[in-house]
T-cell receptor, first 113, second 116 residues
């Protein structure tokens, strides 16, 4: 799986949009971009994923650049409960044991009141 | 949505004893389950991958005789930490994957193990 690079930490004011960047310059054509987050002392939570097109769900939006070498996760109205470590992972979307989710260090997003 | 549970959520044990952690997929059948370990302020590290009815595949550096994994059914996997030592104290997280949800992976809430 391609390697990802994320800033170690970011701050955001409550109610504002949080934009979390991720670089994945070695991503291959069949690899998806996934985002998970981990609130302190809990298991990771799936947020969103995409291949080429921008995606939006009830939690967030995912913007993938046209060359797919980077992406941005957007939390439109951050709340204090969004304080967590956010992980950007690229992987092939296939079954079996052939793929594993490999977690990097992620970005610690701190939402301030 | 798919729910994965773990039991216990916290466990404290004496050095030299064995501890079993259960991971269950509550509303789906998991074709594959994963066990991760996370030390304080570090990321999740994959320990092993298991498929129902077959032996687990361990990541490099993980002792299979120390971390026994049993995946007896499509909804239950157990991790037994044998002869636990203080350095085994960690946050253990299981994850389950199902083909019915585009092979997405769902995580349990984690188990905090403290070995005295």
């Amino acid at each position: 799986d391609a390697k990802t690079t994320q800033p170690p930490s970011m701050d955001c004011a409550e109610g504002r949009a949080a934009n979390l960047p991720c670089n994945h310059s070695t991503i291959s054509g069949n690899e998806y971009v996934y985002w998970y987050r981990q609130i302190h002392s809990q298991g990771p939570q799936y947020i969103i994923h995409g291949l080429k097109n921008n995606e939006t769900n009830e939690m967030a939006s995912l913007i993938i650049t046209e060359d797919r070498k980077s992406s941005t996760l957007i939390l439109p109205h951050a709340t204090l409960r969004d304080t967590a470590v956010y992980y950007c992972i690229v992987r092939v979307n296939s079954g079996g044991s052939n793929y594993k989710l490999t977690f990097g260090k992620g970005t610690l997003l701190t939402v301030n009141p | 949505g798919a729910v994965v549970s773990q039991h216990p959520s916290r466990v404290i044990c004496k050095s030299g004893t064995s501890v079993k952690i259960e991971c269950r997929s509550l509303d789906f059948q998991a074709t594959t389950m994963f066990w991760y370990r996370q030390f304080p302020k570090q990321s999740l590290m994959l320990m092993a991958t298991s498929n129902e009815g077959s032996k687990a595949t361990y990541e490099q550096g993980v002792e299979k005789d120390k971390f026994l994994i049993n995946h007896a059914s499509l909804t239950l996997s157990t991790l037994t930490v044998t002869s636990a030592h203080p350095e085994d104290s960690s946050f253990y997280i299981c994850s389950a994957r199902t083909e019915l949800a585009y092979n997405e992976q769902f995580f349990g809430p984690g188990t905090r193990l403290t070995v005295l």
